[in-house]
Every structure is written in structure tokens, then in C-alpha cells.
């Protein structure tokens, strides 16, 4: 079954589902900045768009854009510049 997660007050919107052998989202983030918490390792692709990211311990920003993915283990925050609109897909490691 599909569901809709809203968060960040409506600027990032994601649709959960499982795919053949993962748990997943694919969503879009609007303009901004944002922190992210893990519960579990996280592999995440970019669609559309472009993500600028700092990674768990990370001093620096890379730039992640279309077809890119990154990964973030479980228990971590990570935290993201959206410089314009991003679609994503995000696939959960349990």
C-alpha cells in the first residue's frame, strides 16, 4: 500500500512503497535546507534536480545531480542545500 509523508511544514512530500526487494520513497523536496535523521541505512538517488549534501562527519559539500546516488548509515543526521526543486528515490537498508 502507498503512503504520503509530508514533511518540513509541506516542502518535501514522499510516497512510500515497496519495491522487489527493498523499502522505498520517491518524493520532492522544494527549495531550502534541511536535516535529515536516519533509522536505517539509506541509499538515496537524485532524479531530477540537484542535492548538495553534507554527509555524517563531513566537513565538506559535494553536489549530487541527476542519476547520482549517495548513502548514509542508520543512526546518522545529514543535512542538504535544495538550490531547485529535486525529485528523489530513497531506498531503505534494513
Do not use: H
Not at 536535516?35 to 536505517?40: H, V
Not at 559539500?61 to 545529514?78: H, K, L, P, Y
Amino acid at each position: 500500500m502507498l503512503e504520503v509523508n509530508t514533511y518540513f511544514d509541506g516542502t518535501v512530500k514522499s510516497i512510500a512503497f515497496q519495491t522487489a526487494t527493498l523499502p522505498a520513497t520517491v518524493g520532492v523536496m522544494a527549495k531550502g535546507e534541511y536535516t535529515f535523521g536516519t533509522d536505517c541505512k539509506e541509499i538515496m538517488t537524485v532524479v531530477s534536480g540537484e542535492l548538495i549534501v553534507q554527509l555524517p562527519n563531513q566537513e565538506e559539500w559535494q553536489t549530487f545531480i541527476d542519476g547520482q546516488t549517495f548513502e548514509v548509515e542508520a543512526n546518522q543526521s545529514f543535512n542538504l542545500k535544495v538550490p531547485v526543486e529535486t525529485a528523489y528515490l530513497c531506498k531503505y537498508i534494513r
